[in-house]
C-alpha cells in the first residue's frame, strides 16, 4: 500500500482505486453504458469559469445555511448511496456519525447495509434524510416512511431516475465472470416499481408530514410538475451517471431548472462535484446545497467515521478558498455573475 498524503478529495479515490477489491470498486466507480455522463458530471464543471471580485473585505467568512428550513454548517450534503459497509465495516453509521458531527444533512439509502434505527441511534442530533425507492408492493414503502418518521428523520428523497436499474457493464462482466456481488442489488432494483406517476408524489404527499425531495430532475418541465406537486425541494442529478447514459451534465442542467422553479422551492444538485470549486459554481447558478456520492465512498475505505470527515473537512476549506478568493464572505454572495460558461470566452 502506498504512502499517499491525502490533501484533495481526488487522493482519496486513488487510495480507494489501491485498497478496495476490484468488484468493489467497479460497483462505486461505475457508470451506465459507455460512461459518457459519468465523465461529462466531472468535464463540464471545469467549462465554467470563476469570474471573482476584489476588494470585498473577506476576513470574516461563513457558509453556514439552512437546508429545509434546518440550519447546516455548509451547503454540502451526503448523497445516499447503496450498500455502504462494502466500502468499510461500520458502513452507513460512519457516514452518518461523520455528517452529524460535521453538521450536514446525511441521507440514508434504501438499498442500505445498516438500518434506519441503527443510523437515528449513532447519529440521534443528525439531519438524517431517508432516501425513498417506491417499490411495487406499496405497504413496504408505507412501512419505511413510518420507521423514518419514528426515528426523527427529517425528510424523504424520493428517487425518479431508477425506474429499472440502467447497465453499469464493469459489474455486468464481474457478475458473467462469477465474482459479483451487484446480484443483490439487481434483485433489490427489482422491487422497484416502474408504473410511478406524479400521482405516487400525491400519494406520498397524503401519507406523510415529512418534506418530500425528488431526486433525479433533468428538466425544467418536470421540475415545474414537482412544484406543483407540493416538492420541498428538486434535486438535479443524474444518479452520478449510472442510469441513462448521453443525459447531460447536472451542472449544465441546473441553470434552467433554477430559472423555472424561481424560488418556489429549493434546488439542489449532485454529480461530479470533488473540489471546493466545484460547489461555489453549483451555487453561483443557484443550487442552494450539493450532495456528494462517491467521494464519501473513497473516505469511508480510507478509515470510516474519521475518512468521511476528512473529506467533509478538505471540501469545506476549499469552499472557503474559493469563496474568499472570489469575493464573498457568506454563501448568498455566491451570485450568479461570478461564473461565466467558457463559450463565452470563444465568441
Ligand atoms: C448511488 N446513487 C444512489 N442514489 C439513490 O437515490 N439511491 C441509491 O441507493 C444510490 N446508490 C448509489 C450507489 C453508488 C455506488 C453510487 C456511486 C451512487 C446516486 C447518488 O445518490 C448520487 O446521485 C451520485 O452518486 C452523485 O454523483 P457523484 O458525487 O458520485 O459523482
Redesign the pocket.
Known amino acids: 500500500e502506498s504512502k499517499l498524503q491525502l490533501v484533495c478529495l481526488q487522493d482519496y479515490e486513488e487510495h480507494a482505486s489501491q485498497v478496495l477489491p476490484s468488484f468493489v470498486l467497479d460497483?462505486?466507480r461505475g457508470g451506465a453504458d459507455q460512461e459518457q455522463t459519468l465523465q461529462d458530471?466531472r468535464e463540464s464543471f471545469k467549462r465554467w469559469r470563476l469570474m471573482p471580485r476584489v476588494l470585498r473585505g473577506v476576513e470574516r467568512r461563513s457558509m453556514t445555511t439552512t437546508a429545509l428550513g434546518y440550519p447546516v454548517s455548509a451547503p454540502i450534503a451526503i448523497?445516499?448511496?447503496?450498500m455502504q459497509k462494502m466500502a468499510h465495516e461500520m458502513g452507513e453509521l460512519a457516514t452518518a456519525k461523520a455528517a452529524s458531527d460535521e453538521g450536514i444533512v446525511y441521507v440514508l439509502?434504501?438499498?442500505a447495509t445498516s438500518t434506519i434505527e441503527e443510523v437515528s441511534t449513532v447519529a440521534p442530533e443528525g439531519n438524517n434524510w431517508f432516501?425513498l425507492?417506491i417499490y411495487k408492493d406499496r405497504q413496504v414503502t408505507v412501512d419505511m416512511v413510518r420507521r423514518a418518521e419514528q426515528a426523527n428523520f427529517k425528510a424523504l428523497?424520493v428517487?425518479v431516475d431508477?425506474v429499472i436499474l440502467g447497465r453499469r457493464l464493469a459489474t455486468e462482466r464481474n457478475e458473467l465472470s462469477d465474482s459479483g456481488s451487484s446480484t443483490s442489488n439487481n434483485f433489490v432494483a427489482s422491487l422497484f416499481d416502474p408504473s410511478l406517476t406524479w400521482k405516487d408524489i400525491t400519494w406520498l404527499k397524503s401519507i406523510t408530514k415529512m418534506p418530500i425531495v425528488v431526486?433525479g430532475i433533468l428538466r425544467p418541465d418536470d421540475a415545474e410538475l414537482a412544484v406543483q406537486h407540493g416538492v420541498a425541494a428538486i434535486a438535479v442529478?443524474n444518479?452520478?451517471?449510472?442510469q441513462l447514459d448521453g443525459v447531460p451534465a447536472t451542472i449544465d442542467a441546473l441553470p434552467a431548472i433554477v430559472k423555472q422553479v424561481n424560488g418556489r422551492c429549493e434546488v439542489y444538485v449532485?454529480?461530479?462535484?470533488t473540489q471546493g470549486t466545484d460547489v461555489f459554481k453549483a451555487l453561483a447558478l443557484g443550487a442552494r446545497m450539493v450532495?456528494?456520492?462517491?467521494?464519501v465512498?473513497w473516505g469511508l475505505a480510507h478509515s470510516g467515521e474519521a475518512g468521511v470527515v476528512s473529506i467533509i473537512r478538505l471540501l469545506k476549506k476549499e469552499l472557503d478558498l474559493a469563496m474568499a478568493l472570489s469575493g464573498c464572505s457568506s454563501v448568498t454572495d455566491i451570485d450568479r455573475s461570478l461564473v461565466v460558461h467558457q463559450s463565452f470566452f470563444s465568441n
Do not use: C, E, M, W
Not at 444518479?239 to 449510472?242: A, F, K, L, S
Not at 449532485?270 to 462535484?273: A, K, N, Q, Y
Not at 450532495?291 to 467521494?295: V, W
Open positions: 460497483f462505486y458530471n448523497a445516499p448511496t447503496a439509502s434504501t438499498v432516501q425507492y428523497v428517487t431508477t431526486k442529478s444518479h452520478g451517471g449510472r449532485d454529480g461530479g462535484i450532495f456528494l456520492g462517491r467521494p465512498l
